[in-house]
């Protein structure tokens, strides 16, 4: 007897060129996918950076008159100043928009980079981690589709960015579009290069948090670049040019515009995407290029608990952040020597300085700490929402939380961990800039005030801190979706603490911030009453949150 044998037909793959006519078929679905589903975030982001820039413009044109800019041009000279600023250009005639150019660039991409970074990796390795990038490569969609989209979207994104902001320049004093237009856009350009390191950094790490961290500490060795070019030379050395952040920098908006720098963010970002295509081919599908550590056969007990969960989910973005803040607050009690010698002349020449930080001279030194410990504390309220709110959601849309419950963990355990960790974390990172910033006066020889006050500082402003934490917190307790509004509280909190003096908000609105409840540091004495009514909120707003989130349903995943 005979057997016949049909002739097999090997099904195609899923990445096949046959089945979907092109690596890239399905491009333009997954960025309206992508543009939908970021829509909101991504229109933050667009209103955020158009107010820094029309605030910054706005804020150096009305407060400070020419002598006021001409001391803050001999800071910038200072390595404090070329650090947390920029080269230096324009500093012998420094106007309003030349001070933006050179002081608002840095932060600018510093804001667009972390963006660009957290956009790939959501829409690239994260999908991946989830396997919904599986899901999605399963119809028809070509290999490259999803990572043409991310990068589509992105540069949607920042052009979108380079223009309001360029518009939002225009509030400024002597306003150019053109010179807006190139500062804008040389940040983006450079925030784009960034962006494609992260594609790179997604090929070699199997996670998400690795490949945002790599990708984090890329551009922090780019900054740190960026300051040692500039530091051995104003206006910049040769070293400097090795770093994309001084690209954008080097356009030299609103003192001498020129565009060809912004071609080197053009050629890296070409160069970074060839290498992440390359690294790609020799990858597995949902793997790294690096293997991950092999972990202990037996979990330690030390991990059995929430808040050993919690404090390995958060302690990576506490400690970065701890060292970072700890670096930038140092620089800045470093620069508490130069505002000695230019405090006379500021304050004497200058009424609106005067109602910002005082008419004594004397004084001075305290009013300035005092401004600067509030951005501290606005730093670390920020890195405060992303600990409790976003971590929490991001474990409960990943349908981490659900599996988590399903063990022996109540939901009071498991979010007064996180909420534990959060609060302890944001008190910690504020204890450690105070710390730094009192380290930094002492050693450039300021010895006043004394480490008594910067400890009254810390005892004051801590529960404004915690509260922000606890707000967040009961909003996702209670409406998740809404847990966004203390962006908002904190966009507020910066305009009526820095300028309400000035426009002379009334009290019944300046009261909404919580920091207007304490003492201020350095400038009034420590009053315990504030700090202990403050704190009385956070506890409710914590049990409010425990409730609230003990009484809704838990989502099982995005």
Not at 397 to 403: N, V
Not at 533 to 549: C, D, E, M, N, Q
């Given at each position: 007897m005979t057997t016949s044998t049909a002739p097999t037909h090997r099904a195609p793959a899923p990445d096949d060129r046959s089945r979907g006519g092109s690596p890239l078929t399905g491009t333009l679905a997954i960025t309206r996918h992508i543009l939908r589903r970021d829509r909101v975030r991504m229109s933050v982001w667009v209103l955020s950076m158009a107010a820094f820039i029309a605030y910054f413009s706005v804020a150096l044109s009305s407060i400070f008159d020419d002598s006021a800019l001409a001391a803050r041009a001999e800071v910038m000279r200072t390595p404090s100043g070329i650090v947390m600023g920029g080269p230096g250009y324009g500093l012998d005639d420094y106007a309003p928009m030349v001070a933006v150019a050179n002081e608002g660039t840095t932060w600018t991409v510093l804001a667009l980079s972390i963006m660009a970074i957290l956009h790939v990796v959501r829409h690239t390795r994260a999908e991946e981690e989830s396997a919904r990038a599986e899901l999605v490569r399963a119809s028809a969609v070509g290999p490259l589709a999803p990572v043409a989209a991310a990068l589509l979207t992105l540069v949607l994104h920042l052009m979108v960015i380079a223009a309001v902001?360029?518009?939002?320049?225009?509030?400024?004093?002597?306003?150019?579009?053109?010179?807006?237009?190139?500062?804008?856009?040389?940040?983006?350009?450079?925030?784009?290069?960034?962006?494609?390191?992260?594609?790179?950094?997604?090929?070699?790490?199997a996670s998400a948090r690795g490949a945002t961290g790599l990708g984090l500490a890329v551009f922090a060795v780019a900054f740190v670049i960026r300051a040692?070019?500039?530091?051995?030379?104003?206006?910049?050395?040769?070293?400097?040019?090795?770093?994309?952040?001084?690209?954008?920098?080097?356009?030299?908006?609103f003192v001498d515009l020129r565009w060809w720098p912004a071609l080197l963010s053009i050629a890296a970002t070409a160069?970074?995407?060839v290498l992440a295509a390359s690294l790609a081919r020799r990858r597995d599908f949902g793997q790294g290029l690096t293997a991950d550590r092999a972990g202990r056969a037996h979990a330690l007990a030390s991990l059995s608990t929430p808040i050993a969960m919690a404090w390995r989910q958060q302690r990576a973005t506490l400690l970065w952040c701890g060292l970072g803040m700890a670096l930038m607050w140092f620089a800045t009690g470093t620069m508490l020597s130069t505002m000695n010698d230019l405090a006379s002349e500021l304050v004497a020449d200058n009424p609106a300085l005067g109602a910002l930080f005082g008419t004594d001279p004397a004084d001075f030194t305290e009013s300035f700490l005092a401004v600067m410990l509030l951005f501290v504390a606005l730093c670390v309220v920020a890195v405060a929402i992303v600990t409790t709110h976003q971590y929490c959601r991001s474990e409960e849309?990943?349908?981490?939380?659900?599996?988590v419950l399903a063990g022996p963990v109540s939901r009071w355990r498991w979010l007064g961990a996180q909420l534990l960790v959060s609060g302890i974390g944001a008190a910690a990172l504020f204890a450690l800039s105070v710390v730094a910033m009192w380290i930094g006066a002492i050693l450039v020889g300021i010895d006043e005030p004394e480490l008594p006050a910067y400890l009254a500082a810390f005892a004051s402003y801590a529960p404004p801190i915690v509260l922000f934490a606890a707000l967040s917190a009961a909003l996702y307790a209670w409406v998740p979706r809404a847990a966004g509004l203390t962006w908002l509280l904190l966009a507020f909190v910066l305009v009526a603490q820095m300028f309400g003096a000035i426009f002379d908000f009334p009290d019944a609105l300046l009261g909404?911030?919580?920091?207007?409840?304490?003492?201020?540091?350095?400038?009034?004495?420590?009053?315990?009453?504030?700090?202990?009514?403050?704190?009385?909120?956070?506890?409710?707003?914590?049990?409010?949150?425990?409730?609230?989130?003990r009484r809704r349903e838990v989502q099982s995943g995005s």
């Open positions: 902001g360029a518009l939002a320049s225009l509030a400024g004093e002597d306003p150019s579009l053109v010179d807006g237009l190139g500062m804008m856009s040389g940040s983006a350009l450079s925030a784009l290069v960034f962006g494609a390191v992260a594609l790179v950094t997604c090929q070699i790490t040692a070019g500039d530091m051995i030379e104003l206006e910049g050395s040769a070293l400097s040019w090795f770093s994309p952040v001084a690209w954008a920098q080097q356009m030299r908006a160069v970074l995407l849309t990943a349908g981490r939380l659900e599996i909404i911030s919580p920091f207007h409840w304490v003492s201020e540091p350095f400038v009034e004495d420590f009053e315990a009453g504030g700090a202990l009514a403050v704190t009385a909120v956070v506890a409710i707003l914590y049990l409010l949150a425990l409730v609230g989130f």
